[in-house]
C-alpha cells in the first residue's frame, strides 16, 4: 500500500509540474492570441471590433503570477476556459468531441501493436531461428523504418482507392448516426482498420524485439533451466516462468508508448481525416488558443500519468519484488 | 480567401501518390443522393456547429456568409459589378451625406415572416451595440441607420465618405425576430439559423459532415435547383485533393499542384478548373522607413531585377501572370489605365538597367561585389516569409537569386505565421511578402499602399501598410475619391492613383493570386468558366457575395 501511495504522490508532482508547463510554454511562443485573430482575417477586421472582440474573449493584461493563480483554480474545478478558435464553445466541449476517438484510436494501436509484438517476441525467443525469428523481426523493423506519414499515405491509396476494401477516412460512415448498435460498432471497426493497422505495423518491430531479447536473456537463467528438469509443460515454461518475467521491460515501455502514441496522433488523423484531437491541437496552436492547448495537452498528461499508474499497479502483481519491497 | 483554404502545407505526396499511382482505375465509392452537391472548402476534422454570420469572434460554417445568410448589395469581382440582392436601388442624398436603399419587397425569411427595412436598420443597430460585430468598420464612417418605411432605409454618414458604400453593400442582414432576443450576439452559435439565402436548413449536423437544405420560401423563385449542399470534413488539403480527383467531391477551392496532369487528364469530360486570377496581390514589401528602401530609385532597381516570368512559373505553376505596373489583379480590369501599364517598365526585368540606376543614385559595390551604404554598409537583407507556405518561400528564392545580380545579399528567412505577422505589423523587416488589400475599386488597394492616414510609426502594430508609406500626393486623390459619387470622374481619379503608384512605387508588385476553384460536371451543371465568366467560381470567395451568384445558378444533371 505504501508503494502504491508514493507513486501516487509521485503522480500528483508531476501532474502539477505538467499543469505549470502547459501554462508557461503557451505562452512563450510569439505572437499572442489577438495577432493570431487579426490574421484569421488577413487584416480584413476593423480596429474597432478588434477591441470589441478583445473584450469578448477577455483577453487580459494581469501579471503572469495572477493569471497562473487563476489558471490553477480553475482547472481544479475542472473549468478549462473557452476556447478561441471555437469560439464560444467550451475547451471541455472541443476536447470531447475529439478525444474519445483519439483515445480509441490510441489506445486499441497500442494494446493491440503491444499484445501482437510481446507474443511474437515470445514465439520467436522460444523458437530460436525458427521461421518468425529468421523473417519477422527484419521485415518489422524495415517496415517501421519508413516515415509513419509515407506508410499511412500508402495504404490509404491502396487500399482505400485503389482496392476500396476500406473507407477513405473518417471515424464512421457519413450516413449513419452514432448509437450503441452492433452495427454501428462494425462500422467503427471497419474504419478502425486502417489507421490502426498502419500505427501496429510500424510500432510492432519495436515490441517483438525488445520482448524477444529479455526473453533470450531470461531463457538461459537457472529457473528456466529448473523448470524446465522438473518436467513442467513447455507452455508452462514459455509462459509462467519466462515470459511474465521477461515482461518486465515491455510494460515500463508501455506506459511510455502510450504518450508518444497519443502525441503522434496527429498524423494519422490527418491522413485518415479521423476526427481525434490531434487536428485540434493544430488548430489551437495556430490560432494562439492557449485554453485549447492547454486543455489538450492536460488531457494527454492525464492520461499518460493514468496510464503509467496502471502499469505500476500491474507491475506489483507482475513482479513480486515489488510487493516485497513495501515492507 | 481564409486561411485554411489556402495551400500551403506538407503538400508533396498527394502528387507523389498520382504520379505513380495514376494507371490504377479507383472503383466507384458510395455517391451522395442526386442534386446534393458536395464541397470541400474549409479544413477541418470535424465540425463545431456555428452559423452566426456576424460574429468575427470564431469562424461560421460555410456558407453562412454567402449562402444562409446574404448582404445588401452582392459584388461581382469577374465583371467588376454590383448585383442587387436584398436592396434593389440605392441613391445619395443631401449632398452625399445619405445614403437610401430601396429593399426587395417580397422576400420572406427561412421561418416564413417577411423581410423588411427594419430588419436592416436591426442589424446595423446590433453591429453598433457590438463593436465586435461589426467587421468591416462601418460605424466608423456612419452616425446613424433608420427605417423610413418596410422597404426603405437611410443611412446617414458622419462625414462624405463615397466608397462607404461597399461596406454599407456587403453586410449581412439578420432578422429582427430571431436576434432581438439574443443576449450575447458576439457568442451566438445560432445552431438554427432564420436567414434569407438560398440554403438555410440544417438537415444533418455531425463531426464529420453536415448538410443544409433548401431554404423553403427563397425568394428566386424556383431557386436554387440544387437540393442541399453536403460537407465532409477533410483535415488537410492532400485528403481534400484525393476527395476531388477520386470524385468524392464535386467543387472545392484548393491549390493543387500540376493541376492539368493530376486533376484534369484523370477524368477530362468532368474535371474541370478555373483560376480566374481575382484574389489579392502578392507584393514585395520594402520597408521604407529604412535607408536604402526610403529611395525610390531603390525600390524600382530592385524590381527590375525580379523575374517575373520565372517568379510564377517557378512559385505557382504558371497559374498567374506578372503583375503590371499598377499592382491590380484581374477583378479591376475595369479600372485599368493601359497607359499607366504600357509605360511602367519598372516592373520589367532589366538588371543591366536595374545597376545602372544604382550605381546613379551613389550606391557603389564594394570589392566584394556587395553594394554598400554611404556609410559603408553592406547590402546584407532578410526577405521575410512564412514557413509552410511553399508559393511564398518559392517567389523569395527566386527574389533573393535575382537581387544577387544588384549586388544585394538577400536570404530568405522564413517565420512561423504568428511570428512573421508581428515583425510585418510592427514594421520590423527590411523586405517581406505579403498580400494586399481588395475592394469593389481600388480606392481600398490603395488607400492601405500608399495613404498617409494608414502609416503607423515603427514599433505599433498596423493592420496594413506595413512598409509605411505615405504619399501627398496620394492623400488628394484618395480625399478626392472618397467624396466622388461620379462614376466618370471616379474612373480619371483611379487613373491619378495607378500613375502615382507607378511614379513613387512604394512597394513591389509581384503577381496576382489565382481564385481557386475546381469542380466536377458530372453530377451538376453551372459552374462558371473561362468560357461563361459569369461570376467567380471559387468556393472562397464569399467577402462580397460572390458565391451566391453561384450556389444560385447550379443544376444538377
Known amino acids: 500500500m505504501r508503494y502504491i501511495l508514493r507513486r501516487f504522490g509521485f503522480y500528483v508532482l508531476a501532474a502539477w509540474v505538467a499543469l505549470t508547463m502547459n501554462f508557461f510554454l503557451p505562452r512563450l511562443m510569439p505572437g499572442d492570441p489577438a495577432t493570431a485573430l487579426f490574421a484569421r482575417f488577413k487584416g480584413r477586421l476593423s480596429p474597432e471590433a478588434m477591441q470589441g472582440l478583445r473584450e469578448a474573449f477577455g483577453f487580459t493584461h494581469e501579471p503572469l503570477l495572477k493569471q497562473y493563480i487563476t489558471y490553477l483554480g480553475h482547472v481544479l474545478k475542472g473549468d478549462l476556459g473557452i476556447s478561441v478558435a471555437y469560439f464560444p464553445s467550451p475547451v471541455m466541449k472541443v476536447i470531447g468531441t475529439g478525444f474519445v476517438w483519439t483515445l480509441f484510436l490510441a489506445g486499441s494501436a497500442v494494446v493491440l501493436s503491444f499484445a501482437i509484438g510481446t507474443l511474437l517476441g515470445v514465439a520467436a525467443a522460444w523458437w530460436r531461428r525458427g521461421w518468425v525469428d529468421t523473417w519477422l523481426p527484419s521485415a518489422l523493423v524495415f517496415v517501421g523504418a519508413f516515415p509513419y506519414f509515407w506508410l499511412a499515405m500508402v495504404a490509404l491509396y491502396v487500399f482505400g482507392f485503389t482496392l476500396g476494401w476500406f ?161 | 480567401m481564409s486561411l485554411r483554404a489556402r495551400f500551403r502545407g506538407a503538400g508533396i505526396l498527394f502528387p507523389l501518390l498520382l504520379a505513380f499511382g495514376g494507371a490504377a482505375c479507383a472503383p466507384e465509392h458510395a455517391r451522395a443522393p442526386k442534386g446534393v452537391l458536395i464541397v470541400s472548402q474549409e479544413q477541418q476534422s470535424s465540425w463545431i456547429r456555428n452559423f452566426n454570420p456576424l460574429t468575427t469572434a470564431t469562424s461560421a460554417r460555410w456558407p453562412t456568409l454567402a449562402g444562409v445568410y446574404e448582404p445588401l448589395f452582392v459584388f461581382n469581382s469577374v465583371k467588376s459589378q454590383y448585383v442587387p440582392w436584398l436592396a434593389v436601388a440605392r441613391e445619395w442624398r443631401e449632398q452625399n451625406r445619405v445614403l437610401r436603399l430601396t429593399t426587395r419587397r417580397g422576400v420572406l425569411w427561412s421561418d416564413g415572416r417577411p423581410f423588411s427595412a427594419r430588419d436592416v436598420a436591426f442589424t446595423f443597430d446590433l453591429l453598433r451595440r457590438f463593436k465586435a460585430l461589426d467587421r468591416r468598420g462601418v460605424w466608423g464612417f456612419l452616425d446613424g441607420v433608420t427605417a423610413v418605411n418596410d422597404s426603405t432605409v437611410d443611412f446617414r454618414f458622419q462625414r462624405v465618405f463615397i466608397p462607404g458604400f461597399d461596406e454599407v453593400a456587403a453586410q449581412l442582414i439578420v432578422p429582427r425576430h430571431a436576434w432581438s432576443s439574443v443576449v450575447d450576439p458576439v457568442a451566438f452559435p445560432n445552431e438554427k439559423p432564420v436567414a434569407t439565402g438560398p440554403f438555410t436548413e440544417v438537415r444533418v449536423f455531425q463531426d464529420q459532415i453536415y448538410e443544409l437544405g433548401r431554404n423553403p420560401h427563397y425568394w428566386q423563385p424556383g431557386k436554387p435547383r440544387v437540393e442541399a449542399l453536403r460537407f465532409p470534413a477533410y483535415p488537410s488539403n492532400d485528403r481534400a485533393n484525393l476527395a476531388l480527383v477520386f470524385d468524392e467531391a464535386d467543387w472545392a477551392g484548393n491549390f493543387i499542384p500540376a493541376v492539368d496532369r493530376v486533376f484534369v487528364k484523370r477524368r477530362p469530360q468532368d474535371h474541370r478548373y478555373w483560376f480566374p486570377l481575382t484574389g489579392s496581390s502578392i507584393f514585395l514589401y520594402p520597408n521604407t522607413t529604412r535607408v536604402p528602401f526610403n529611395d525610390v530609385r531603390v525600390r524600382k532597381a530592385l524590381s527590375m531585377a525580379i523575374d517575373r516570368n520565372l517568379l510564377v512559373d517557378v512559385a505557382l505553376y504558371h497559374y498567374s501572370r506578372p503583375a503590371d505596373a499598377t499592382g491590380l489583379s484581374d477583378a479591376y480590369s475595369a479600372w485599368l489605365d493601359t497607359t499607366v501599364i504600357a509605360r511602367g517598365d519598372w516592373v520589367k526585368h532589366d538588371l543591366a538597367r536595374a545597376n545602372s540606376m544604382l550605381d546613379s543614385a551613389g550606391f557603389r559595390r564594394g570589392p566584394d561585389g556587395l553594394r554598400r551604404l554611404p556609410n559603408g554598409k553592406p547590402w546584407n537583407y532578410e526577405i521575410l516569409t512564412v514557413s509552410g507556405w511553399s508559393d511564398w518561400v518559392r517567389a523569395s528564392q527566386v527574389i533573393s537569386r535575382g537581387l544577387a545580380g544588384l549586388g544585394i545579399q ?148
Open chain 2, 410 to 557: 538577400a536570404s530568405v528567412r522564413t517565420y512561423d505565421f504568428a511570428a512573421w505577422f508581428q515583425r510585418v505589423q510592427e514594421g520590423n523587416f527590411d523586405l517581406s511578402l505579403g498580400w494586399s488589400f481588395e475592394g469593389p475599386t481600388p480606392y481600398n488597394f490603395y488607400h492601405w499602399l500608399m495613404s498617409s492616414s494608414t502609416v503607423k510609426p515603427i514599433g505599433e502594430a498596423s493592420m496594413g501598410n506595413w512598409h509605411r508609406y505615405g504619399s501627398p500626393e496620394a492623400d488628394r486623390v484618395l480625399g478626392a475619391f472618397e467624396r466622388e459619387p461620379d462614376p466618370a470622374a471616379q474612373r480619371g481619379l483611379c487613373n491619378e492613383m495607378q500613375r502615382i503608384f507607378s511614379a513613387e512605387a512604394p512597394a513591389i508588385p509581384l503577381y496576382p493570386n489565382p481564385s481557386w476553384a475546381e469542380y466536377n460536371i458530372r453530377r451538376f451543371d453551372g459552374f462558371p468558366s473561362a468560357a461563361n465568366p459569369y461570376a467567380d467560381p471559387s468556393p472562397n470567395k464569399f467577402d462580397r457575395g460572390d458565391l451566391l451568384l453561384v450556389l444560385t445558378s447550379l443544376s444538377p444533371r
Open chain 1, 167 to 327: 473507407p477513405l477516412g473518417h471515424a464512421y460512415s457519413d450516413d449513419i448516426t452514432p448509437s450503441w448498435s452492433f452495427g454501428f460498432a462494425i462500422d467503427v471497426l471497419r474504419h478502425a482498420v486502417l489507421p490502426v493497422g498502419t500505427v501496429i505495423l510500424v510500432t510492432l518491430g519495436g515490441w517483438l524485439l525488445s520482448m524477444r531479447n529479455s526473453m533470450i536473456a531470461v531463457l538461459g537463467s537457472d529457473y528456466v533451466n529448473l523448470a524446465r528438469a522438473k518436467g513442467l509443460p513447455p507452455a508452462r515454461v514459455a509462459l509462467r516462468y519466462a515470459a511474465r518475467n521477461a515482461l518486465l521491460p515491455s510494460v515500463t515501455g508501455f506506459g511510455m508508448a502510450l504518450g508518444f502514441v497519443l502525441g503522434g496522433s496527429l498524423l494519422t488523423e490527418i491522413v485518415f481525416s479521423y476526427p481525434g484531437q490531434g487536428y485540434l491541437l493544430v488548430q489551437a496552436v495556430r490560432n494562439q488558443d492557449y485554453a485549447l492547448m492547454q486543455g489538450i495537452f492536460l488531457v494527454i498528461t492525464l492520461a499518460v500519468l493514468g496510464a503509467n499508474l496502471c502499469v505500476d499497479i500491474f507491475y506489483l502483481w507482475l513482479d513480486p519484488r515489488t510487493r516485497e519491497s513495501r515492507s
